[in-house]
C-alpha cells in the first residue's frame, strides 16, 4: 500500500473554509485518529466512539487504557456534533460522551478483575503443585 499523506498528532488539514486538527485516539486500534473542526465544533470520530456514546472493538494493536485516556481526551473538546464511521451523527455528543466515558471506565475495571483474577488462579496452580 502507498501513503499519500501520512496523519499525524498535531497535523492541520486546509479544506478552505474549514481547518481540520488531527488527533491521535488510540485504544480501537494504536493508529486510531480523530478529525476536530473547532471553528464548527465538529469531530470525525472514525471508529473511536460512535453515536449514543458505544465504543469499538479493542482490536489486536489496541488496548483498553490507550481507549480510556482517548475518550477522557475527546471528553474535553466543545463538540456541537459529531461523525462517526459508522452509523448515525451524534446530536448529543456530551451525553455520548460522557457514556463513552462511563463505558469505558467499566470495561477497565472489568479488565482488571479479569487478570486479578487469572493471577490468582496461577499463584493457586503454583501453590498446589
Not at 478552505?16 to 485518529?33: F, I, K
Not at 460522557?98 to 499463584?123: G, V
Request: negative net charge; hydrophobic residues 35%.
Amino acid at each position: 500500500m502507498r501513503v499519500d499523506f501520512w496523519l499525524e498528532e498535531g497535523n492541520h488539514i486546509d479544506l478552505g473554509n474549514y481547518q481540520l486538527q488531527v488527533l491521535h485516539t488510540p485504544g480501537h486500534t494504536s493508529g486510531c485518529v480523530c478529525l476536530y473542526e473547532p471553528s464548527q465544533r465538529l469531530l470525525f470520530s472514525g471508529d473511536t466512539v460512535f453515536s449514543g456514546g458505544t465504543l469499538s472493538e479493542i482490536g489486536p494493536s489496541g488496548n483498553i487504557s490507550d481507549y480510556m485516556n482517548s475518550i477522557q481526551r475527546l471528553n474535553t473538546l466543545n463538540i456541537e456534533k459529531f461523525y462517526p464511521g459508522h452509523g448515525r451523527i451524534s446530536k448529543a455528543p456530551v451525553e455520548d460522551m460522557h457514556n463513552a466515558l462511563k463505558y469505558a471506565l467499566s470495561l477497565f475495571e472489568d479488565s482488571k478483575l479479569l487478570f486479578q483474577a487469572m493471577a490468582s488462579k496461577k499463584e493457586m496452580e503454583q501453590k498446589s503443585s
